[in-house]
């Protein structure tokens, strides 16, 4: 992981938002190949092995990988769809691609000038400066609308659904498998047998009239 993506993680316990100290053991040209990221609230470690950051503190599931290598991807095209479907229009905008998605996070990180969260990124997905590769099992290590967009796959529950609207600000985009229903405070905007595009509405600002 290259070393300024470190200040976009979050420990994903429900407490007050807050940086992570990272403890190195191994560095290379910036890029963090060792370490433990740690909370100073709750004390939480999570390490990172190879580069990736692994944030299922324990807790495993069944390997998806080859499912998701059956799915079929063109790194190129799956680029062109994330940026359209997530309107990633905005340079330097972090955005969040999980499963097949991630396959074009470098694709996507090199047209649009875009930051990418890798989330269990399928084997042969590569880090970058621009793309940091993490593991997740129930939550979504970011802070609270953080981010511009965020796409997953078929193969994530509704819990990750759900954390991906936590971090995608007001306006902002989410997909999402067509299996699982948007949640309620998405605007849908497209579908199709595969997925749903969406966007997280903005809060509304009362307009109140001025007393005399």
């Not at 399928?122 to 970058?128: A, I, K, L």
């Not at 659904?161 to 600000?169: D, Q």
Request: proline content about 7%; charged content about 20%.
């Amino acid at each position: 992981m290259f070393i300024e993506l470190l200040d976009l993680l979050r420990c994903p316990r429900p407490h007050e938002d807050t940086w992570l100290v990272a403890s190195f053991r191994k560095v290379h040209n910036r890029f963090v190949e060792a370490a433990t990221l740690g909370c100073p609230i709750c004390s939480a470690e999570y390490p990172i092995n190879d580069g990736i950051a692994d944030f299922t503190a324990g807790i495993t599931s069944p390997s998806c990988d080859a499912q998701r290598a059956a799915a079929g991807h063109r790194r190129e095209e799956l680029a062109t769809r994330a940026g359209a479907f997530l309107d990633a229009t905005e340079a330097g905008a972090t955005m969040v691609l999980g499963g097949v998605w991630a396959y074009a996070a470098q694709s996507l990180a090199e047209l649009t000038e875009v930051r990418v969260i890798a989330l269990n990124p399928p084997e042969g997905v590569t880090e970058s400066a621009n793309v940091a590769l993490v593991r997740v099992a129930a939550d979504i290590p970011l802070a609270a609308d953080s981010c511009r967009g965020a796409a997953v796959d078929a193969w994530f529950d509704a819990g990750i659904v759900a954390a991906a609207v936590g971090v995608v600000r007001q306006g902002g985009r989410v997909v999402g498998p067509a299996a699982l229903p948007p949640p309620a405070e998405l605007l849908v905007l497209a579908q199709d047998s595969e997925y749903w595009v969406a966007q997280k509405a903005p809060s509304l600002i009362p307009l109140h009239r001025a007393s005399r």
